[in-house]
């Protein structure tokens, strides 16, 4: 267990709202990652961070923003949710090398009504 | 832009049959290949990983996978399955400095007891 936890594991929301996802890790690694997961597409990357104030985007980052000013923290928003956005979104962390793989958290679905 | 494709989406077998479970990567350069499943409802958990060296690398539970350099492929195989198989397989490449894998689009597995 590389010790994450995403909140909330569930969540309903109507379109046109902003919401935010939390991850959270226990062990202080570098660098995080937000992946979503949807049928056919396996998982594609939205954000990822590699230290506190920096983050990068992904290939679907569109529609979403992050931010991480604690190292611990690594948290994802939308800032006015659509249905295309109704998905599982997975946390990852590194906590090795640039070769080491990654670890996911418990995953949240959230569905955009 | 890096590339993976799992050829198979969805596999139907029954107990004790084989598996080989098909990955093919577009990157020329220097990568590291993953194999994770996803047990249903669950997060991913890496099953194996290739680095370098041996291309025949061996994970838990029985699996294993070969990498093919000259056929940018990475292909996962088991002798015999269980009932307890059932679950998404997701195969994986990591082929530069920032961490981020890039994930195949996932390969369902139904195992028949």
């Known amino acids: 267990d590389a010790g994450i936890t995403q909140s909330p594991r569930h969540k309903v929301t109507e379109t046109g709202t902003p919401v935010t996802l939390r991850c959270h890790q226990t062990?202080?690694?570098?660098?995080m990652y937000w992946y979503r997961q949807d049928p056919g597409h396996g998982l594609r990357l939205i954000h990822y961070?590699?230290?506190?104030?920096?983050?990068d985007k992904g290939e679907v980052s569109d529609g979403y923003s992050v931010s991480r000013s604690k190292t611990e923290d690594f948290l994802l928003t939308l800032e006015s949710a659509t249905s295309s956005q109704t998905s599982v979104y997975f946390c990852?962390?590194?906590?090795?090398?640039?070769?080491?793989?990654?670890?996911f958290g418990n995953g949240t679905r959230l569905t955009v009504t | 832009a890096q590339s993976v494709s799992q050829h198979n989406h969805h596999v139907i077998l029954s107990e004790a049959a084989s598996l080989e479970l098909g990955c093919n990567y577009s990157?020329?350069?220097?990568?590291?290949l993953f194999w994770y499943v996803q047990y249903p409802g669950q997060h991913l958990q890496l099953l194996l990983k290739?680095?370098?060296?041996?291309?025949l690398v061996k994970g838990i539970k029985g699996f294993e996978a070969e990498f093919i350099k000259s056929k940018f492929s990475f292909n996962l195989r088991k002798p015999s399955v269980q009932w307890s198989d059932t679950a998404e397989y997701f195969c994986?490449?990591?082929?530069?400095?920032?961490?981020?894998?890039?994930f195949g689009q996932g390969t369902t597995l139904q195992v028949k007891p």
């Open positions: 990852a962390i590194r906590t090795g090398t640039v070769h080491s793989p990654l670890h």
């Open positions: 062990e202080n690694h570098r660098y």
């Open positions: 961070s590699y230290g506190v104030k920096d983050t």
């Open positions: 990157y020329g350069g220097t990568v590291n």
């Open positions: 290739y680095f370098s060296g041996d291309p």
């Open positions: 994986a490449v990591n082929a530069d400095n920032t961490g981020k894998l890039i």
